[in-house]
Every structure is written in C-alpha cells, then in structure tokens.
C-alpha cells in the first residue's frame, strides 16, 4: 500500500512525460478496486490472477513454511486474497515499456522487501524522454 501511495504521488510528473502507471497485484479484482478506492490512485489496478504475468516474467517465488507460518498467524491466508492456496508471491518489479511493447527499463529486486523509490523510475523516463527526443530531431 505505502508502495502504491508513493507512486501515486508522481503520477502528475509521469503523465507530464507521456507515459501512463498500471499496477499488476495477484490480489483478486476486489482487494485491487478496495485499495484504489482506499488509497485515491489515479491509475489501474490490474489481477493477475494466478500469478500467470508474474510467471511469464519469472518474478514467482514460495514463501518458506516459516514465513507462511507467520502470515497465517497474523490471520493472512493468501488464498483469501489470490485465489489460490498456494504460498507464492510476486517479486516486487517495475518496468518501463514503449508503445511498441517493448521493455526500457526494468526494477528487481530479489529482496521482496525493497523497493525502488518512485523518483529513480522518474529519472529513467526522463532519460528515455530525452533519448526519444533527440532521435526525432536527428
């Protein structure tokens, strides 16, 4: 959530560079509409249902039985939220695509708990918009 808040606040500043924020969560399609609402964001949150994108991009992994022990004490059952009963989450990842599908910039962190701060993914599309930019002059 505090992910998703801080992304929301550079929304204006993506917008201002032409490019758009989609969130892709395994959470089922209403967690994602509730925390929209909760958190106001601006932009889509999208299920992936089956963790089926997070696959594709190898970003899966299971939570060790010490680890879903502890969710399933804090009263946390996955399978509530996805769908699923399987203990797998997504790595936390951002990636920078064009209009043409293809992958810019790409933010993995084997580390599920770090994340990138928004203002590094800023940076990395200025840097793209500046490319494109002087591609279109030359």
Same mark, same amino acid.
């Given at each position: +959530? +505090? !992910?998703? !808040? ?18 892709? @969560? ?11 609402? $909760? /958190?106001?964001?601006? *932009? ?11 696959? %594709? *991009?190898?970003? %899966? *992994? ?6 879903? !022990?502890?969710? $399933?004490? *804090? #009263? ?6 996805? #769908?699923?009963? /399987? ?5 936390? /990842? ?6 043409? #599908? ?7 962190? /084997?580390?599920?708990?770090?994340? @990138? ?14 490319? #494109? =930019?002087?591609? =279109?002059?030359?």
């Amino acid at each position: +959530m +505090m !992910e998703l !808040e801080a992304l929301q606040a550079v929304v204006p500043q993506i917008r201002e560079l032409g490019a758009s924020l989609v969130a892709i @969560s395994p959470e089922r399609p209403s967690y994602g509409r509730a925390v929209r609402r $909760r /958190a106001a964001l601006e *932009f889509d949150v999208l299920s992936d249902k089956g963790l089926n994108v997070a696959q %594709v *991009f190898g970003l %899966v *992994f299971t939570l060790p039985c010490h680890l879903e !022990e502890l969710y $399933r004490s *804090f #009263g946390k059952t996955l399978d509530k939220f996805h #769908g699923e009963p /399987a203990y797998r989450l997504p790595l936390p /990842a951002r990636y920078i695509v064009d209009r043409q #599908g293809k992958i810019r910039a790409a933010d993995v962190n /084997a580390d599920y708990t770090v994340r @990138s701060d928004p203002e590094e993914t800023l940076a990395q599309l200025r840097r793209l918009a500046k490319r #494109g =930019a002087r591609a =279109a002059r030359a």
